[in-house]
């Protein structure tokens, strides 16, 4: 295939081609419990997508991915190998077939997981699902002879999906987030770590729903988010906190993420936050897509960044 980018609107089609592909390879591979998913944009209705369907073909165990590549090379497949995404084995079709895209692998692999729960999510959000399929169309046209830069630019709203879908890869899943309004149980918690808030103002904001605890599977906080309202009309993020035994493992943009969700429920268009100059949280929340918006330099302070987010 070209190096070309083309993207197009939703063809129904893509189905009956995954449902003939299926059924293609799937003679060859009747021995194994295997379990055939069309994945990638084409899998979700009304996404625009490149029109090539992507195809996961999963296994039960490892060893059954080698039987699987030996059966498939009798219909023409070429094993590419693992192509970067470990565990995950790719095939060029045969010739004379459709092009199109497909993987063997066992269920653990990350990159299964990942197509599976970005499909799903896509497909129960048709509003987030147009505004990819927007998206793709404009880099399309903008990066039509840039396959890298197309996908990479495309890259943080999938990592956005990916982390509101709750989404972990093999390394972060020991960890099992929770969040969830805070009642007066967590005001002993908040009290003695958040040193940026007058006292007396905590149980009104437990009160008012303004702050969320993240807690672990066995309800233990290790963490809180807490926000108030600038010009008392736009939802403004003032403090997330994350225990030291749980910082770097993808919390914190988690729990933005979650707040952004939870304030376009509320009918909010846009958020609001702020970070020291100083503070590498600048380019934490320029990666999730906030942009400054300003700043306040108070005495011997150092300078203040505001950011916005269009939700």
Same mark, same amino acid.
């Given at each position: 295939?070209?190096? /070309?980018?083309?993207?197009?609107?939703?063809?129904?089609?893509?189905?009956?081609?995954? %449902?003939?592909?299926?059924?293609?390879?799937?003679?060859?591979?009747?021995?194994?419990?295997?379990?055939?998913?069309?994945?990638?944009?084409?899998?979700?209705?009304? &996404?625009?997508?490149?029109? #090539?369907?992507? #195809?996961?073909?999963?296994?039960?165990?490892?060893?059954?991915?080698?039987?699987?590549?030996?059966?498939?090379?009798?219909?023409? =497949?070429? !094993?590419?190998?693992?192509?970067?995404?470990?565990? +995950?084995?790719?095939? #060029?079709?045969?010739?004379?077939?459709?092009? !199109?895209?497909? =993987?063997?692998?066992?269920?653990?692999?990350?990159?299964?997981? +990942?197509?599976?729960?970005?499909?799903?999510? &896509?497909?129960?959000?048709?509003?987030?699902?147009?505004?990819?399929?927007?998206?793709?169309? %404009?880099?399309?046209?903008?990066?039509?002879?840039? @396959?890298?830069?197309?996908?990479?630019?495309?890259?943080?709203?999938?990592?956005?999906?990916?982390?509101?879908?709750?989404?972990?890869?093999?390394?972060?899943?020991?960890?099992?987030?929770?969040?969830?309004?805070?009642?007066?149980?967590?005001?002993? $918690?908040?009290?003695?770590?958040?040193?940026?808030?007058?006292?007396? *103002?905590?149980?009104?904001?437990?009160?008012?729903?303004?702050?969320?605890? *993240?807690?672990?599977?066995?309800?233990?906080?290790?963490?809180?988010?807490? $926000?108030? =309202?600038?010009?008392?009309?736009?939802?403004?993020?003032?403090?997330?906190?994350?225990?030291?035994?749980?910082?770097?493992?993808?919390?914190?943009?988690?729990?933005?993420?979650?707040?952004?969700?939870?304030?376009?429920?509320?009918?909010?268009?846009?958020?609001?936050? /702020?970070?020291?100059?100083?503070?590498?949280?600048? !380019?934490?929340?320029?990666?999730?897509? =906030? @942009?400054?918006?300003?700043?306040?330099?108070?005495?011997?302070?150092?300078?203040?960044?505001?950011?916005?987010?269009?939700?």
């Amino acid at each position: 295939m070209g190096s /070309s980018v083309v993207v197009v609107e939703y063809d129904p089609s893509w189905v009956l081609l995954f %449902e003939q592909l299926r059924d293609f390879v799937l003679p060859v591979l009747s021995d194994l419990n295997v379990r055939i998913e069309h994945v990638g944009s084409t899998a979700v209705p009304g &996404l625009a997508a490149k029109p #090539i369907v992507d #195809i996961d073909v999963i296994v039960s165990k490892q060893a059954d991915v080698q039987t699987a590549i030996l059966g498939l090379a009798t219909l023409g =497949y070429v !094993h590419e190998g693992d192509l970067g995404a470990a565990g +995950r084995e790719a095939f #060029i079709p045969p010739a004379g077939i459709t092009w !199109h895209h497909l =993987y063997v692998c066992t269920v653990e692999n990350d990159e299964y997981q +990942r197509h599976i729960i970005f499909r799903d999510y &896509l497909r129960i959000h048709p509003e987030d699902a147009k505004i990819y399929g927007n998206l793709k169309l %404009e880099l399309a046209q903008r990066f039509h002879n840039d @396959r890298a830069s197309y996908t990479n630019a495309k890259s943080e709203f999938v990592q956005e999906i990916l982390v509101r879908a709750g989404w972990k890869c093999q390394h972060e899943r020991g960890i099992e987030v929770r969040i969830a309004v805070a009642t007066e149980l967590d005001y002993e $918690y908040i009290r003695e770590r958040d040193h940026h808030i007058l006292e007396n *103002l905590i149980l009104p904001k437990i009160k008012g729903n303004e702050i969320y605890m *993240l807690k672990d599977e066995e309800e233990a906080s290790f963490g809180w988010m807490r $926000y108030g =309202y600038f010009w008392d009309n736009t939802p403004f993020m003032n403090m997330i906190w994350v225990d030291e035994s749980h910082r770097g493992k993808g919390v914190g943009k988690q729990a933005v993420l979650f707040w952004e969700d939870e304030m376009k429920q509320k009918g909010f268009k846009l958020v609001m936050t /702020s970070t020291l100059a100083n503070e590498e949280a600048q !380019h934490f929340y320029r990666k999730l897509g =906030y @942009r400054d918006a300003g700043c306040l330099m108070l005495a011997n302070e150092p300078l203040e960044i505001m950011f916005t987010k269009i939700l």
